[in-house]
């Protein structure tokens, strides 16, 4: 049996920035193995942390985008297009 430490494991994600601060590369991605799976990401300027949000959310939030469209298919009404100077 290989060793499994319990210590979180923390990766350095190259090329992406914080959703709060914008600084650039210095996103951790932070994987906790005991004593529950779970997975983050936190920026090591600010102290900012996030969730991957689950399979039922994403199948939730992706099902309204699509009712939407559809609504504005059958009413024959389309979204605003703003430009942006």
Same mark, same amino acid.
């Given at each position: 049996?290989?060793?499994?430490?319990?210590r979180p494991k923390r990766r350095?994600?190259?090329?992406?920035s914080c959703p709060?601060?914008?600084?650039? +590369?210095?996103?951790?991605?932070? !994987?906790? /193995?005991?004593? #529950?799976?779970?997975?983050?990401?936190?920026? @090591?300027?600010?102290?900012?942390?996030?969730?991957?949000?689950?399979? +039922?959310?994403?199948?939730?939030? !992706?099902? /309204?985008?699509? #009712?939407?469209?559809?609504?504005?298919?059958? @009413?024959?009404?389309?979204?605003?297009?703003?430009?942006?100077?």
């Open positions: 049996m290989r060793y499994q430490s319990t350095f994600l190259a090329g992406v709060k601060c914008q600084a650039m +590369d210095a996103v951790v991605q932070v !994987n906790i /193995a005991l004593p #529950e799976p779970d997975e983050y990401i936190e920026c @090591t300027q600010c102290g900012h942390s996030e969730r991957r949000p689950d399979s +039922d959310e994403i199948s939730a939030k !992706n099902h /309204a985008q699509d #009712e939407l469209a559809r609504d504005a298919l059958s @009413t024959g009404t389309s979204g605003t297009v703003k430009f942006k100077l």
